[in-house]
């Protein structure tokens, strides 16, 4: 069993710069992929970011190079560095685990993001 909490959300202007962290308990983190999804009011959940358990990265086309998915083993956590955000990053976002071809195995409580004009 893997729990999930996210942090770091809140409102930042359109341009600026937030980082979200997920913290994960287990003594398998390490193990997991991990990623990061978010949904925008309206919209259905949406893959944003993801991390092997090798490092290996990989992104939605819409967040490809803005956004930095990263992950500290020796801490359990992962993070996603958001840099020069868009109204339409405007969501809440989601830190899961096992990410892969399925569904993921785990998900945290999402944490909003909201970008201003």
């Known amino acids: 069993q893997v729990q999930l909490v996210e942090s770091g959300g809140g409102v930042v202007q359109a341009g600026g710069s937030l980082r979200l962290s997920c913290a994960a308990s287990?003594?398998?983190?390490?193990?997991?992929?991990m990623g990061w999804f978010r949904q925008a009011p309206g919209k259905e959940r949406e893959f944003v970011a993801a991390?092997?358990?090798?490092?290996?990265?990989y992104y939605a086309d819409s967040v490809k190079g803005r956004f930095t998915i990263s992950r500290d083993n020796a801490k359990n956590t992962v993070h996603l560095q958001m840099n020069s955000l868009k109204l339409e990053d405007t969501a809440v976002y989601y830190c899961?685990?096992?990410?892969?071809?399925?569904?993921?195995?785990?998900w945290g409580q999402g944490t909003q993001v909201t970008v201003s004009s």
């Open positions: 899961a685990a096992g990410v892969g071809d399925h569904d993921p195995d785990y």
């Open positions: 287990g003594r398998t983190f390490s193990l997991y992929a």
């Open positions: 991390i092997g358990s090798g490092g290996s990265t």
